[in-house]
């Protein structure tokens, strides 16, 4: 049995991990330790409060050097899993100081309290944006050099040398994995999948940035938590691993994808300005991952398929966040944009 701090989850991919080790290892003992900052939210882990001998969540900031101890110290835990992160680019674009307070310094004093406790295995979940635009027709392999072009990505990529730089200087035991863009149940709409199935289940317009054609390589949960549990036990300590399928797709063939789920007409595509910096195209070399004996289960279409059947099953999860705080966000970013479009 293991002893597992999960930090962030209560965010959409953390809180489908925890869910998933519940299925997968039901006798590991989870802690949760979450912000709750605007991402994440307490009913996403609803249901699991019942089994108190073998799930906690502590509501804290990475941040705090106290509260992260407190958690591992005294066998609290032997193994810290961390989603904890400011995780939208466009976020990041507006209030840079915040990812790099929560994604770098936040990583740092997980790692000190790791080193302090003897963790067994520290494991960071890390982003495949940490690479930047990658030119067609390459493919990113582990060994390919950061270059990330996003405040989010810098700090993605600033907390990854940290967590290798313990595991080189004080031998902590460490792994990483580099996703590309998940999508499921849970995500909150800022990100493109859920916003444009939010979207179009209203019959609103998909605001589609510049020209649509950037690449993007989207997973499901499931699989993303499966390759994260595959390396936390098959993986080998020191070593950073590519997570995704593999499959390119242009975001206005994911948009394209989602209304046809829906029944719904291709002209609610709107091209609005684009996003400053826009990464181009991700694409990763998922050998490395492939040879520990993971590969994805979702094809493209049905990931979308039972992604958006989700989020039309459970208005009851997402209308309140879309119609609360989130509404003046999407003003912000939206309303002007949309209006010239
Ligand atoms: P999310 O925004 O849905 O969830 C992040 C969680 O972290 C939230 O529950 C939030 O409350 C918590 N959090 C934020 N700041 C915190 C702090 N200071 N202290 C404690 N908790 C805090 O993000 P996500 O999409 O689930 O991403 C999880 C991780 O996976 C992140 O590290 C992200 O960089 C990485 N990742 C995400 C994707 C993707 O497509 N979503 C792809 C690759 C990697
Ligand atoms: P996003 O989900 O924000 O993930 P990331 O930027 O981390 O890849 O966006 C996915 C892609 O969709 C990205 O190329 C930006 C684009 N996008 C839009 O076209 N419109 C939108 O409203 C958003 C949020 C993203």
């Not at 390396?231 to 399928?245: D, I, P, S």
């Amino acid at each position: 049995m293991k002893r597992l701090l999960v930090t962030g989850g209560a965010g959409f991919i953390g809180s489908n991990f925890v869910r998933y080790l519940r299925e997968q290892r039901p006798l590991w003992h989870v802690t949760v330790l979450d912000k709750l900052t605007y991402a994440g939210r307490e009913e996403n882990l609803a249901g699991l409060e019942s089994s108190k001998e073998s799930f906690e969540f502590v509501r804290g900031d990475i941040c705090d050097e106290r509260v992260v101890a407190g958690c591992v110290r005294d066998g609290g835990a032997d193994t810290i899993v961390h989603f904890a992160a400011e995780s939208h680019v466009d976020q990041s674009i507006v209030n840079p100081y915040v990812f790099t307070e929560t994604n770098v310094r936040g990583t740092q004093v997980l790692l000190e309290a790791a080193r302090a406790a003897g963790i067994e295995r520290f494991h960071y979940v890390g982003t495949d944006e940490v690479y930047g635009h990658v030119a067609s027709p390459g493919r990113s392999s582990e060994d390919h050099a950061f270059a990330p072009r996003s405040p989010y990505a810098a700090t993605k990529a600033a907390a990854e040398h940290l967590v290798h730089a313990y595991g080189a200087t004080y031998g902590l035991p460490v792994t990483v994995t580099r996703g590309s863009n998940t999508i499921g149940p849970h995500q909150f709409p800022e990100k493109a999948a859920s916003l444009f199935i939010t979207n179009a289940i209203d019959g609103e317009p998909l605001p589609i940035y510049g020209d649509g054609l950037q690449v993007r390589d989207y997973m499901h949960v499931d699989d993303h938590c499966a390759a994260i549990l595959a390396v936390l036990e098959r993986g080998v300590v020191g070593e950073a691993y590519n997570v995704g399928t593999g499959v390119e797709t242009a975001n206005i063939e994911m948009a394209r994808t989602v209304l046809e789920a829906l029944g719904r007409p291709a002209s609610l595509v709107r091209h609005v300005t684009d996003r400053a910096g826009h990464d181009r195209r991700y694409a990763l070399d998922t050998s490395k991952l492939r040879s520990l004996g993971w590969k994805p289960q979702f094809a493209f279409d049905a990931a979308i398929a039972v992604t958006v059947r989700w989020y039309a099953e459970h208005e009851e999860w997402w209308r309140p966040i879309k119609s609360g705080a989130f509404r003046a966000w999407y003003e912000q970013q939206y309303r002007e944009r949309l209006a010239g479009s």
